[in-house]
């Protein structure tokens, strides 16, 4: 289950209505509707009417103006919202508790012990018009919340432009296919040893917790005090303590526009071996959009989680907007902390289409929270590259590495070095040009 | 005793309300009612939000209106039972050890014990509410043992036993969601997300808040600042800065300076990032004109 034990997503369990019946069908019901059970509607739910029904018995022994409450807690629920019993009951309790004297203090009490996501209040609206009061009219749509549009703010230009990338990007990636397929058994054999290699080679902070040495730390007072008790006011030998080490936080950020299309593939496949592999790792993609892929990354599997990759992002071979999305994904908060002292890794080609000014504040911004900002652009594969470009040099002071990123080898090579020491990306590009 | 206190202050979200407007704390009815319902249902109560919408001060709002003290545990990254619960007082542990030559000691009494917030809330519940400040800056271990103490309010301490609440405590917890917290967590709450006030509001909290702000200045105030709020800036301003803001401006004015250059110069106290900062100047004089006019 990707979403489940994901602590990082609001989203967790987010299902349409039939995908949430995995662990919600109650058995002999059959897979209604959910407005059918609607009080407004008139209908009889289409529930068994065998008495061994446990839901059916449930809803019995209720007193029958309750039995609202517990129907509209199951309608959310089989949208996939999170609701445990004891939230139900809560429910009822602060709906007796207001009076009730009108329906906005049904919402408020609902609002507040069933507890939906903040992101998710529209739907919830939705919800409770169409249960409580039959209005059907208002529709959310089913939309991956995860991405964080951005403002479009040329929108005939982008069309065409991606147009043309998209063929030439078509064009090229049959001279490459064959290159790929050659090397796959490698490549797996590469990403399997990444994968195992990979918690332990991440760069390491020191945690504020203590962990128990027999050398090189600070008295533990706690143990020896026990022990000098316990040893009759002896001292045996001072116990020790030292200050833990915590891998950091692990993020990379991959570019799925057209100029990239040849490497996603492989981006892909080497971030779901990062997500397996690290404890604290984020994945996003950009283009023209970002979207977050860490949850469906979780999957062990990796066609199914790549499967699902594909579903959830949009802007597959398009444009790119590298500096508008980037600061995108600064502005939302819980984002940008987990940037805070992360080790990043963008996979792009940065070539930026119009001004690179944004970029610019973007790459600023992030290299001031990173620990480490690295760019890892496919062009440096070729010997005679030099960041020339303008968008290049302007961002080049901000990065820690600017790196090949054309094969999976150097790219694992490089993260999994990621903790040793290195010279700054502009020092390095100097001496080089 | 102290629950008929409780009742008597908490008969209905209503009267939450006016008892939080008589400790200048403003709030919406939808707040005014998860604050009741936590009250009332006994659970703890669970604030979300942007940094600077009033999370913490709505905690102490509301210790203010049970008429108890208000006892803060600061989350961060790493804290841990020690800073927590409690902690054994070893030097002076020893000193009573060494004082006591041949007579017998108990090394474990109560004036040993460091109380931290925790357990200072269980041993006077009636007395005391508890906030747990900023939870989502914790790590996943200490939400752990968060949970254990809500659902039981109960401390074990090898040494001693189990220390258990005579009655139920207040707890207030506060999130900026910069993580999402454990699903079980949430749901042993009452939830409330609060969101930046609309104008008419946040003139009003204004107006409660700043020293001596003309009525004119903290609805200028209020509107300018929701402006600036719908543009895309890296650190949106929080009430407070708008306080601070209506506050600084007022100064200026005082000093000398007309009315729209005084909210120009003081927009440091509201923005403070430089790159907002450049990014909100060429507009910021439309803005505050609009904000008057």
Known sequence: MSGINDPFSPFTGRRGPEGADEGQRHAGQSPAPPLTCLPASGVEPPVSTRPSDPRKRGEESLPRAAQPFLGFACLLRRYGFAIAPEQITGFMQAVTLLGPRSMNDIREAALATLAPPPDRHTEFEAHFQSYFYGNTSIRTEAEADEETRVKDDGGADDERIEAEQTREGGELSSALEQLSSRDFQREDDRLTAFRRQLSSALPARRSFRTVRTHSRGKLDLRRSLREIVSADGDVPFPLLRRRQTVPRKLLILIDVSGSMKLHTADYLKLTHAAVQGADRAEIFTFGTRLTRITSALRLRDRDQALARVAGQVDDWDGGTRMGPTLLAFLSVPRFSSFARGAAVVILSDALERGGHAELETAMRRLSARAFRLSLATPLAGDPRFRPATAALSAILPSLDDLIDGSSVGSLTDFILSLARPAPRAAAIWKRVS | ?293
């Open chain 2, 1 to 293: 005793m102290a629950d008929g206190n409780v009742e008597a202050v908490a008969t209905s979200p209503e009267a939450v309300a006016r008892h939080l407007a008589a400790s200048r704390y403003l709030a919406d009815d939808s707040l005014a009612t998860a604050i009741f319902l936590a009250i009332r249902l006994g659970k703890p109560l669970l604030l979300e939000g942007a940094p600077g919408v009033g999370k913490t001060e709505a905690a102490k709002a509301i210790a203010e209106l049970l008429g108890r003290d208000l006892v803060r545990l600061q989350c961060y990254e790493g804290i841990d039972a020690a800073h927590a619960l409690y902690e054994w007082n070893y030097q002076r542990q020893l000193l009573a050890i060494r004082h006591a030559g041949e007579h017998e000691i108990d090394i474990y009494d109560d004036r040993f014990l460091i109380a931290r917030p925790l357990l200072q809330v269980l041993r006077a519940p009636e007395q005391r509410v508890l906030l747990v400040d900023e939870i989502d800056r914790s790590d996943h271990e200490f939400e752990a043992l968060l949970l254990e103490f809500l659902s039981d309010f109960q401390i074990s301490i090898p040494e001693r036993g189990t220390i258990r609440a005579t009655a139920q405590p207040i707890v207030i917890l506060t999130s900026n969601r910069t993580r999402e917290l454990a699903e079980a967590l949430r749901r042993r709450c009452v939830y409330h997300w609060i969101g930046y006030p609309d104008a008419g509001r946040e003139a009003a909290i204004i107006m409660l808040r700043a020293g001596d702000v003309a009525e004119a200045t903290a609805q200028a105030v209020a509107s300018a600042v929701q402006m600036i709020r719908a543009r895309p800036l890296a650190k949106p301003p929080g009430i407070a800065e708008a306080v601070e803001w209506a506050n600084a401006a007022t100064i200026l004015e005082k000093g000398g300076s007309p009315w729209p250059e005084a909210f120009r110069r003081a927009i440091g106290v509201l923005i403070k990032d430089e790159e907002d900062l450049s990014y909100i100047a060429p507009e910021l004089g439309r803005i505050v004109e609009e904000a008057l006019g």
